[in-house]
C-alpha cells in the first residue's frame, strides 16, 4: 500500500543549525512529494512540492529532492530560525479512487534561540 | 479573506452528546476533506467529497456524517460522542486534480475535547 515514513521527533536545534529531516515513502507509479508545515496553533499549509522524479521543491530556504531510486524525499534548511519552529508532515498523492493526501506522523521542530 | 474557514475552534462536549463542525471554503474548489489528527500529531484522512459527492471514505465510525449541501461546504456531523473522539479536525480543499494543482488548503482546525 502507499505510505509515508519520517523521522521521529522532536528534533531540537540551536538557530543557525543546519536541519534535516528524513522522509521515505512507498507508492505504486509515481506520487506527487509534498511537505506541510504546521505553526502552533494553526491549520497546515503547503511548504514546498515536487511532482516528478528529481524535482527539487524549494520555499522560505527549505528544499527538497523527490528521489526515486531512494524513494525518498528529505527536507533540508542550511540555518535554521527559532520561527522555524513548527511541526513538518511529509505527504504524498495518489490516486486511489479519489485523489488521497497521506500524512507521515509528523516532526516536531524546536529552535532554540 | 479566510481561504478555509472551519467553526467552531474549540468544542468541549460530554460523552453522547450529537456534535457538529462547519467547513467553507472561498477558493472555489472541487474537493473538500476532513483529516483527523490525534495527540501525537498524526494525520490520518476521514472524507473526501469532490463536487458534493463523496469519493472517500476510510474506515470511520458510522457515528460520523459529512454533508455537503454545496461544493463550497462540508460539514461533519457525530453522534453519540465517545472520549476517543477527542483530537484535532481539520477541514482541507483543493482544486480538481484534474486540473493540474494539486496543493490542499487547510482550516485552522478545530479541537474537540469530549469529556
Known amino acids: 500500500g502507499n505510505s509515508v515514513t519520517q523521522m521521529e521527533g522532536p528534533v531540537t536545534l540551536s538557530e543557525e543549525a543546519f536541519l534535516t529531516i528524513n522522509c521515505t515513502y512507498t507508492?505504486?507509479?509515481?506520487?506527487?512529494l509534498f511537505w506541510y508545515v504546521q505553526y502552533p496553533g494553526e491549520g497546515l499549509q503547503l511548504l514546498l512540492k515536487?511532482?516528478?522524479?528529481?524535482d527539487k521543491g524549494s520555499n522560505k530556504g527549505f528544499e527538497a529532492t523527490y528521489r526515486k531510486e531512494t524513494t525518498s524525499f528529505h527536507l533540508e534548511k542550511g540555518s535554521v530560525q527559532v520561527s522555524d519552529s513548527a511541526v513538518y508532515f511529509c505527504?504524498?498523492?495518489?490516486?486511489?479512487?479519489?485523489?488521497?493526501?497521506?500524512f507521515g506522523a509528523g516532526t516536531r521542530l524546536f529552535v532554540k534561540a | 479573506d479566510t481561504a478555509v474557514s472551519q467553526t467552531p475552534k474549540y468544542l468541549v462536549t460530554q460523552m453522547g452528546n450529537d456534535k457538529s463542525i462547519k467547513c467553507e471554503q472561498n477558493?472555489?474548489?472541487?474537493?473538500m476533506y476532513w483529516y483527523k489528527q490525534d495527540s501525537k500529531k498524526f494525520l490520518k484522512i476521514m472524507f473526501s467529497?469532490?463536487?458534493?459527492?463523496?469519493?472517500i471514505n476510510e474506515t470511520v465510525p458510522n457515528r460520523f456524517s459529512p454533508k455537503s449541501p454545496d461544493k463550497a461546504h462540508l460539514n461533519l456531523h457525530i453522534n453519540s460522542l465517545e472520549l476517543g473522539d477527542s483530537a484535532v479536525y481539520f477541514c482541507?480543499?483543493?482544486?480538481?486534480?484534474?486540473?493540474?494543482?494539486?496543493?490542499?488548503?487547510f482550516g485552522q482546525g478545530t479541537r474537540l475535547t469530549v469529556v
Open positions: 482541507a480543499s483543493s482544486q480538481d486534480r484534474l486540473m493540474g494543482d494539486t496543493e490542499a488548503f
Open positions: 507508492a505504486t507509479g509515481y506520487p506527487s
Open positions: 515536487a511532482t516528478k522524479a528529481d
Open positions: 505527504a504524498l498523492e495518489r490516486n486511489t479512487g479519489g485523489f488521497k493526501t497521506i
Open positions: 477558493l472555489g474548489h472541487d474537493t
Open positions: 467529497y469532490n463536487n458534493k459527492e463523496l469519493i
